[in-house]
């Protein structure tokens, strides 16, 4: 089936709007169609709001000029003046009036226009009276910018499918490092929300710096952050679940480090408050992370030992790789239990070194995307990813898409893959999944009614 594009459907909004105005403008024998074609193909907006706001301008500033027009026409003909050079003297300093009522209407977006059309009117040599030419000028505008605005609020019908969850990593999917959320994917995803998509992100970032660029983003529900250890509201500023290590084991996690002298980082969840417990940074690059994450009004910064309260969400160290895998083996090897889980990560550190997290083995976010979904009517999953932490979220998911940077294992593990630009892609993803035209059919992996979730 083809799919239009939104600018594919704006052009053909548009032919639509002018074809209209010419038709109107040849039943009338109007003698100047283009006048309503113009206003229609200005008027003609990606968002009704806009074409709207658009539609004001156009009408405000066609009829301030037409009557400074007319009222400098009179002016003239009441002065008697027939030199053509005293004519255009008066005609353009009657511009001052024409553009100091549009800032005092508080309109300045129609300024221009209002003066176009007083220069026309007032300097027009049709034949036909001032009045009569000026009546006709805004008639057309307006049938011009009414017909934009009734064509651009006509949409072909579509359906709601209100039992789809999608779910969107953020860094490398949502969030671009250059130029983080676009302005088009925070606008459509904010409309997604209020139109009633049930919608969240997932990713290995605390709360406290997810927050700060997600700001502008109406989330209903909560994230999964931490990597899959926690559950936040955004709204409430709460932590609605945390799956932390046990306090045995973070005991024995503590003494190896200790006897390692390794330097760690305790992020503890206690009272709705993230906790980091720290001793003294040992180099460069855990020195970096402290100078730039405890800026954070979100974050706490303790400097000491740990006490008994709050649940830890993860171990954090920022250590040269060799020092990483010796760390990872003797951890490993105090997990008899199989309890923890390893995160190496070394996008944020320089060349030799990582960030290695230790997590409960369940602190992931298909563990926390499942759970979040038990209090919820939607029961198919739709999750977007790009990392080796998306693997077993995309495994989960009813439909998997890996964006088009995405690692080797989340495109062999993604049922599709996009193209394009990364968030702007998967906006347009869940806006095609979500809001389908009537007779379009689900993706075959969604119509299996038992799912996965």
């Known amino acids: 089936m083809i799919r239009l594009p939104k600018v594919g459907m704006r052009m053909i909004k548009t032919t639509i709007a002018v074809i209209i105005c010419l038709l109107i403008s040849y039943l009338r024998g109007s003698e100047a169609p283009v006048l309503s074609a113009v206003a229609a193909l200005i008027c003609m907006q990606p968002q009704v709001e806009d074409s709207v706001a658009v539609a004001m301008n156009r009408i405000i500033g066609t009829l301030l000029g037409v009557v400074f027009a007319l009222l400098a026409i009179l002016l003239i003909e009441r002065m008697g003046v027939g030199e053509l050079h005293l004519v255009y003297i008066i005609v353009a300093v009657g511009i001052i009036p024409v553009l100091y009522v549009t800032v005092l209407l508080k309109q300045n977006a129609a300024a221009a226009l209002a003066g176009v059309i007083f220069l026309s009117v007032a300097l027009g040599s049709s034949g036909e009276s001032p009045m009569v030419e000026g009546m006709h000028r805004a008639i057309e505008t307006i049938i011009g910018v009414l017909v934009s605005v009734v064509v651009n609020s006509l949409h072909v019908p579509r359906r709601r499918e209100k039992d789809i969850f999608f779910v969107s990593g953020f860094d490398g999917v949502l969030f671009d490092g250059e130029s983080g959320v676009t302005s088009y994917s925070m606008f459509e995803l904010n409309q997604l929300l209020h139109d009633g998509a049930a919608f969240t992100i997932a990713t290995e ?249």
């Open 205 to 453: 970032r605390t709360p406290a710096s997810l927050v700060e660029d997600i700001s502008q983003l109406d989330l209903q529900l909560p994230v999964i952050a931490m990597g899959g250890a926690v559950l936040y509201d955004v709204k409430e500023k709460r932590y609605l679940a945390c799956i932390g290590i046990p306090e045995e084991m973070a005991e024995r996690i503590v003494r190896k480090l200790d006897e390692m002298d390794i330097h760690y980082f305790l992020n503890v969840v206690w009272q709705d408050v993230l906790l980091i417990y720290h001793q003294e940074l040992k180099n460069e690059e855990e020195q970096k992370l402290y100078d730039e994450a405890r800026r954070s009004p979100h974050r706490n910064y303790v400097h000491g030992e740990r006490p008994d309260e709050g649940d830890i969400a993860y171990v954090l160290m920022v250590i040269e790789d060799e020092i990483a895998d010796a760390a990872q083996e003797a951890l490993a090897q105090l997990d008899t239990y199989g309890e923890l889980r390893f995160l190496r990560d070394k996008s944020e550190s320089a060349e030799g070194y990582c960030h290695l997290k230790v997590y409960h083995r369940d602190a992931t976010k298909e563990f926390m995307m499942r759970r979040l979904l038990e209090g919820m009517k939607q029961k198919k999953i739709i999750a977007f990813g790009s990392n080796e932490n998306d693997v077993s979220m995309l495994a989960a998911a009813d439909l998997s898409f890996a964006v088009a940077e995405a690692s080797y294992e989340v495109r062999v593990m993604a049922n599709r893959r996009l193209r394009g630009r990364s968030g702007d892609s998967i906006v347009r993803k869940i806006r095609r999944l979500y809001s389908p035209l009537y007779w379009e059919k689900l993706p075959k992996e969604l119509r299996d009614e038992r799912g996965k979730g």
